[in-house]
C-alpha cells in the first residue's frame, strides 16, 4: 500500500488543554492546522480537577463555558488545615463577581473541549499516534501508527504531555532524564457520599511542601488525593524517590488520619482504584522549543510547583505557541518568540512559587504562611484571591504587568 501523507502549516501533537488552545488559537490566526491524539475521547486524565481564575478566563477566552458542564462545581469556599491542625477558611467573592474557582472531572473537561474546538471548525483527529518523527528540509514528518501515514508540517506543537513522545523522538530529551522523571509524585482517587461542598487542602508534616485535598466535583462526589516531592526530602526515612509502595502506604495511612475522615465524613466510600502521576515543575524556557518544534503544557514543564496546577498554564502557553507560529516566519523566530512570552507570563510566576513551595517545606514556614492568610477577613479573602491566581503570583514584584484595577477585577464569566 502507498504511503500517504498530508501537509499542514502546523501540526499539534495532544488534544488535551494545551494542544486544544492552541488549536482554537491557530485556527483564529487563520493557520491551516490539525491537532491529533492518540487517544480516543472522552478519556480520564489523572488530575487534582481543579480550575484556577487563570484557567477559568482562559477558557472563557477560548469561547467555551465550563459552567454547563454536569458535574462541574463552583467553589465559594477553601478551608486550609495547618500541620498543627488549624481549620482556616478563605472565602472566594460572592457568585454575582464571577467565577474564581470550581472542579470538573477532566474525562468530561477534556472531551467537551475537543467537541468544543470542533465546533469552532478545528481539526481534531483522534486515535492517531505518532511513532517517528524527523526533520525534513523545511518541514517536520511525523509518521504515523498505522505505518502508511505521514504528517508534514512547517512547525509543530507537541502538547504530548510529561512524557512528551516528541520531545523524545526529536531528540530533545535532556542530559539528566531525572528531569522527565517529574518533580512530584501524586495520588488521586474518586469517593461518593462526600457531602461537604467546600474545598479542603490539608497541610499534615509529613507531606510538606505537599498536601492532600478534598475536591468536590458534584453529586456528593470528590476528588481525593495528595502530592509530595519527588526527591530532595525525606520520605518515611528515605532520602531518594518514594517508591510505589511507599506512596502507597502513605495513601491508606492518610486515609485513616482523623482530619481526613472527619472531611470526608462517614458515608464516604471509594470509587475504582487509586491512580498515581508524575507533575513536572521544573520550568526551563530553554526547553520550550527544539528546532521547528514548540512545546506546551506538561510537555513544556510549566506547571506551578507550589500547587501543582497546571490548567491555565496549558491553556497559555497553547495559545502563545500558536500566536508565535502565526506572527514569526523563521523557526529561530518562533522560537524566541515563544520562549520570551511564557517566560513574561509565566516565569516570573512559577519561579516564584517555587521559592514559596521551599518555605512551606517546613512546619514553621507552612504555619507562619498560613497564621498571616488568616490574621484578618481582609487577608482571609485576598490571600483565596492569591491562591487560585486571580492575579499574577509574583505581581508585587513584576511592576511591568501592574494595571489599574488588577487586584479587583471580576472572575470569569461576568
Known amino acids: 500500500m502507498a504511503a500517504s501523507r498530508r501537509e499542514h502549516e502546523l501540526v499539534i501533537v495532544g488534544a488535551g488543554p494545551a494542544g486544544i488552545a492552541a488549536g482554537i488559537a491557530a485556527t483564529r490566526f487563520g493557520l491551516d492546522a490539525v491537532v491529533i491524539d ?10 487534582g480537577d481543579g480550575l484556577t481564575t487563570g484557567a477559568l478566563r482562559a477558557l472563557e477566552h477560548l469561547g467555551f463555558d465550563v459552567r454547563a458542564l454536569p458535574s462541574y462545581v463552583r467553589i465559594t469556599e477553601t478551608v486550609l488545615v495547618s500541620p498543627a491542625g488549624r481549620h482556616i477558611s478563605l472565602p472566594l467573592p460572592s457568585p454575582d463577581r464571577g467565577e474564581f474557582a470550581g472542579v470538573v472531572p477532566r474525562a468530561e473537561l477534556d472531551a467537551a473541549l475537543v467537541t468544543h474546538a470542533r465546533a469552532l471548525g478545528v481539526n481534531v483527529r483522534e486515535g492517531v499516534r505518532v511513532t517517528d518523527a524527523t526533520f525534513d528540509d523545511d518541514q ?21 504531555g510529561h512524557y512528551s513522545a516528541v520531545r523524545r523522538l526529536v531528540g530533545a530529551t535532556p542530559g539528566d532524564a531525572t528531569q522527565d522523571l517529574g518533580t512530584w509524585h501524586a495520588f488521586r482517587q474518586y469517593f461518593s457520599g462526600v457531602h461537604d461542598p467546600r474545598l479542603w487542602v490539608v497541610f499534615d508534616a509529613d507531606l510538606l511542601p505537599g498536601y492532600a485535598w478534598v475536591f468536590p466535583v458534584g453529586g ?106 502565526a506572527r514569526h516566519a523563521t523557526p529561530e523566530q518562533i522560537a524566541s518568540r515563544y520562549r520570551r ?23 514553621i514556614g507552612a504555619e507562619t504562611a498560613i497564621g498571616a492568610a488568616a490574621l484578618t477577613p481582609w487577608t482571609r479573602r485576598n490571600f483565596a484571591r492569591w491562591m487560585f491566581e486571580d492575579y499574577p503570583r509574583a505581581a508585587l514584584f513584576t511592576p511591568r504587568r501592574w494595571r489599574a484595577g488588577m487586584f479587583t477585577e471580576p472572575g470569569a464569566y461576568l
Open 140 to 160: 517536520v514528518v511525523l509518521t504515523l501508527d498505522d505505518g502508511a501515514s505521514t504528517l508534514a508540517a512547517r512547525h509543530v506543537i507537541a502538547a504530548d
Open 220 to 325: 456528593g462526589r470528590a476528588n481525593v488525593g495528595f502530592g509530595v516531592l519527588r526527591a530532595d526530602r525525606s520520605f518515611d526515612g528515605h532520602h531518594d524517590a518514594p517508591s510505589g509502595k511507599r506512596l502507597a502506604a502513605l495513601w491508606r495511612d492518610l486515609l485513616e488520619r482523623k482530619v481526613m475522615r472527619d472531611i470526608l465524613g462517614p458515608n464516604a466510600e471509594p470509587e475504582g482504584t487509586h491512580r498515581a502521576w508524575p507533575i513536572p515543575a521544573s520550568f526551563d524556557a530553554s526547553r520550550l522549543a527544539h528546532g521547528r518544534v514548540l512545546f506546551a503544557g506538561d510537555a513544556a514543564h510549566v506547571v506551578d510547583p507550589m500547587t501543582g496546577e497546571g490548567i491555565a498554564q496549558a491553556l497559555d502557553s497553547g495559545m502563545l505557541a500558536a500566536r508565535a507560529v
Open 38 to 47: 492518540r487517544a480516543r475521547f472522552p478519556r480520564d486524565k489523572t488530575c
Open 341 to 363: 512570552d511564557v517566560d513574561r507570563h509565566l516565569g516570573s510566576d512559577l519561579r516564584f512559587a517555587g521559592t514559596l513551595q521551599r518555605i512551606l517545606s517546613s512546619r
